[in-house]
């Protein structure tokens, strides 16, 4: 069974930066892509960033010059770096496997989809 675990999330000033981190857990060949998103009270969720495992990275504009996306494709890990923090930043933040593979018992990797992980809190003070 796949799972996401994120950790890193918390209370910070702004002007503050937090590193988020995003495991993949389970018996994992390969992930295409991985994200994060985020959701604010009363917002939907929007694309932060992302990255596939070529190391391609994709950011929203409002995030741009301040996050920085990253993944260890040894370890099924994406961080996201986030500096200069605002309270606009306050949100959960969710984290995204695209393309999940799992290891099987023959030599095709098993197709498992896409997975989300439960979200972390990031509130920034004003």
């Known amino acids: 069974q796949v799972q996401l675990v994120e950790s890193g999330g918390g209370l910070v000033q702004a002007g503050g930066s937090l590193r988020l981190s995003c495991a993949a857990s389970?018996?994992?060949?390969?992930?295409?892509?991985m994200g994060w998103y985020r959701q604010a009270p009363g917002q939907q969720r929007e694309l932060v960033a992302s990255?596939?495992?070529?190391?391609?990275?994709n950011y929203a504009d409002s995030v741009k010059g301040r996050f920085t996306i990253s993944r260890d494709n040894a370890k099924h890990t994406v961080y996201l770096q986030m500096n200069s923090l605002s309270p606009e930043d306050t949100a959960v933040y969710y984290c995204?496997?695209?393309?999940?593979?799992?290891?099987?018992?023959?030599?095709?990797?098993?197709?498992?989809?896409?997975?989300w992980g439960r979200g972390t809190q990031v509130t920034v003070s004003s």
């Open positions: 389970g018996s994992i060949f390969s992930i295409n892509a």
């Open positions: 995204r496997a695209d393309g999940v593979s799992s290891r099987s018992l023959s030599v095709i990797p098993k197709y498992e989809g896409d997975f």
């Open positions: 990255i596939t495992s070529g190391g391609s990275t």
